[in-house]
DNA sequence: TCTAATTTTGACCATATGGTTAAAATAAAT
DNA sequence: ATTTATTTTAACCATATGGTCAAAATTAGA
């Protein structure tokens, strides 16, 4: 039976775990400093979470399910304008990212680390990739887009959501003057990548 | 002095180096893993390179030298056409990760770790940013090209050339049947990236 | 209030890991 | 051939790290 502090220590820990492991990985993270963090004893991480290994399975696939925008209102009615799936897709990922900029650096992180995990987690997560893949196949034969494969453009979409996220450190240093000035652009940036994928994928008249 | 042996011992770890921290990073990696895998003892290692971040640190400036497209025949012939950076971009990124897919994980996995290296790291590459920054200015300026922030398409570029070699493992496990398969499409990327830019940045008629 | 259950801690353990050292093996110099 | 310099190894060392345990502190239940 769990009372109010056992809910407290369980929620600082994991908020602890979730700095960490995030900001360092699995292999860089150390237990002692999440208990630091969550300013507890490091036995206790142990008492409430078994092990680093199930700790950080709780973190990974709390952030692996918070990594993907929800694009329901889209898929949901059978009438799906594939201009609003890009928009739904690329605000979708701005605001998750905007949030937790050190999302897509960990989870493509931690599975390259350990790519045989995937499958179950893509399972768990109750994703629908040939929904999305539908949609755009729909518009193309519908001759609203120019012809290719689907899949390309989801691709496409993805990378330039996600990349900037990524690469922060790196772009900023080459093209801007500071990180601030970086993150001002990522801001603006959720219209120029609708805009620049649209132009691409809309037919010349 | 140096003879044949010593040139090939080295070689040796430096290549087992190699593998083992850009499949494994820094935190990740063993010198333990990296002797075995070089055939040698341990303490050999030490003896070649001091300490694991020394020899990290010979790893890491050479993969990273090695991330940058040579770009020079576009830059160098004071007249620079946008289309030909954007192929010689992109065809440059393709050449490198197809060959060393796992550069691109590795390198912004470690800077994120430790980002404060990066100014450091960008003088001694001798790029010149500004340089592409104007090819592309310039194209706007002559009306060739749409109205953007220049930033923005280098941007855009670089994100679609690398981001589908990061997300490989997510990318493939969700859209294609096998990473073969997925491989097989990176491989006619380097057209449809080129003609998705293309087609976004040329004005309409 | 008194007892039982739960939570938290400090001290400890086993092992992994980066690193060292002295001696053995090999190559170079004479 | 003998000596000297270099390369390689096995055996260690110190420390960091994940994990355990028994006792102390706290909370819940009677």
């Not at 969550?38 to 979470?49: S, T």
């Not at 993907?68 to 304008?81: C, D, H, M, Y």
């Not at 390309?152 to 772009?171: C, D």
């Not at 001002?184 to 120029?192: E, G, N, V």
Request: hydrophobic residues 40%.
């Amino acid at each position: 039976m769990k009372n109010k502090k056992d809910q407290d220590t369980e929620q600082k820990i994991l908020q602890a775990a979730n700095r960490v492991f995030l900001k360092k990985g699995y292999e860089g993270a150390r237990m002692q400093e999440i208990a630091n963090e969550a300013g507890i004893n490091k036995a206790l991480l142990h008492y409430y979470f078994r092990s680093k290994e199930k700790l950080f399975d709780r973190i990974f696939r709390e952030a692996f399910s918070n990594f993907w925008p929800s694009i329901e209102k889209v898929t949901k009615g059978g009438n799906a304008e594939i201009k609003e799936l890009i928009e739904a897709a690329v605000n979708g990922y701005m605001d998750i990212l905007e949030d937790k900029p050190f999302l897509p650096a960990f989870i493509v992180g931690e599975i390259n680390r350990s790519p045989e995990r995937i499958k179950d987690l893509l399972l768990s997560t109750g994703l629908q990739p040939e929904k999305v893949l539908k949609i755009v196949q729909d518009a193309i034969d519908a001759g609203e887009i120019v012809e290719m494969d689907p899949r390309e453009l989801i691709v496409n979409i993805v990378s330039l959501s996600i990349f900037p996220f990524i690469g922060r450190p790196l772009l900023s240093s080459m093209f801007w003057e500071s990180t601030e000035e970086f993150d001002l652009f990522l801001k603006d940036r959720r219209k120029t990548v609708y805009e620049f994928i649209c132009r691409s994928i809309m037919k010349r008249t």
